[in-house]
């Protein structure tokens, strides 16, 4: 581990020595009188043949890149000046090459999203209401070989029909067509029953011709919907009195002196033959105070609860405003006594 003693040889160092020298000799030789690699540009590349090393007077030229047309008149031609630099040529040479021009499909737009057709943008098609778009919605210009070319065919617009929707159970549709407009309605409605109970329609009525053979839901269904007769002891119905309930038939209560409701006093009949929300029930003890402050707290912001609810944010911040306007005011009266001081002084 001690150090090598062979190694005091003169030979190593001298050698490294002359690298030394060698290296700082091209630096100089490099940094006086020659150019770096010549620039590279967006737009342009360099016509060949390449140097390793270029000298005071040596020149460059430029082309334009795949995808570039160039403009004669400007200058491609760099020259490796007298610093070590490089002259600059025009950034005009060379332009982008456009796609063709693409008009607007029928029925519909073309839109420019980087405002031009050049080379390396994209253009979007949309079409008009009531119509759809088939093919390409976005085209690319790309580059082809030396050329430019869209990624692919403009698409067309075509007018949006619905095929006629479906038939249900139990019920049917106005209006038997081949095909439906864009926009064109539908109304279901459900047969009347052969036996004691309604139908009752579940979902949407009416159906609009949305898209090409899309309608704006799927089709109702045409059932019995029965809810059981709601019983509250201990209290009454006071609306909505039938002999059956079906769906969405509304139900009101009330307690019996004494006693307390829990729960909604309206309920109303689902398509599952449930009550929404369930049938409430009537107590001798009110209900938990929680739930009643969190409902009324819940009522509208500009109710007069909200309003007492400003006021006392209001007189909250007005308490918050005392220290400081008392800090304000000591202030004020030890200026006050500062100055009565200086003048009482002032005059003796
Ligand atoms: C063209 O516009 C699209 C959408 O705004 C954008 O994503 C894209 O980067 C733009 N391309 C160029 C070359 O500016
Ligand atoms: C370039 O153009 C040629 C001839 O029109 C075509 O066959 C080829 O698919 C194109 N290439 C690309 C990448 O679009
Ligand atoms: C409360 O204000 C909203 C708008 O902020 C208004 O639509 C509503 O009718 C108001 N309700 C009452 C009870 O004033």
């Known amino acids: 581990m001690a150090c090598p003693q062979h190694h005091d040889s003169l030979l190593p160092s001298q050698g490294l020595l002359w690298l030394l020298l060698l290296g700082l000799g091209l630096l100089h030789f490099v940094s006086s009188s020659n150019c770096g690699r010549p620039p590279t540009y ?18 460059v030229n430029y082309r334009c890149k795949p995808g570039f047309l160039s403009r004669p008149v400007f200058i491609t031609l760099s020259v490796c000046g007298p610093s070590g630099k490089w002259t600059p040529v025009s950034m005009d040479a060379c332009y982008k090459k456009s796609c063709d021009l693409q008009v607007d499909p029928v029925n519909g737009q073309v839109i420019l999203l980087n405002k031009s057709y050049e080379f390396g943008t994209q ?10 778009l ?10 082809n070989g030396s050329d430019v070319k869209w990624s692919g065919r403009a698409p067309v617009c075509e007018k949006v029909l619905c095929q006629p929707p479906p038939n249900i159970p139990n019920g049917g549709y106005s209006r038997h067509k081949d095909v439906f407009e864009y926009l064109e309605v539908v109304t279901y409605a459900c047969h009347r029953s052969p036996g004691e109970e309604e139908l009752s329609l579940v979902g949407d009525r009416r159906l609009y011709c949305l898209g090409k053979d899309l309608w704006s839901s799927p089709p109702p269904e045409c059932k019995v ?11 009454r119905q006071t609306a909505g009195f039938r002999v059956k309930h079906h769906y969405k038939a509304r139900v009101k209560f009330e307690c019996h002196q004494g006693f307390f409701l829990h729960g909604s006093d309206t309920v109303v009949c689902a398509a599952d033959g449930t009550w929404q929300p369930p049938v409430p029930h009537c107590e001798d003890t009110p209900p938990p105070a929680t739930s009643k402050v969190l ?15 400003q006021e006392t944010s209001r007189s909250q911040r007005a308490k918050g ?8 005011y000591v202030i004020g009266i030890m200026i006050l006594c500062t100055c009565l001081y200086r003048f009482i002084r002032s005059k003796k």
Not at 44 to 53: C, T
Not at 134 to 143: P, Q, S, V
């Open 123 to 132: 253009i979007q098609f949309s079409c008009n209401d009531g119509f759809y």
């Open 321 to 328: 405003w005392v220290p400081a306007l008392s800090v304000v």
């Open 134 to 143: 088939t093919g390409n919605e976005i085209l690319h210009c790309l580059l």
């Open 295 to 309: 409902h009324a707290s819940r009522r509208s912001p500009n109710s007069t609860n909200s309003r007492s609810n």
């Open 225 to 235: 919907v029965s809810c059981p007769h709601p019983v509250v002891p201990n209290g």
């Open 42 to 59: 967006p737009s342009m590349e360099l016509m060949g043949p390449f140097k390793y090393m270029y000298v005071l007077g040596d020149h």
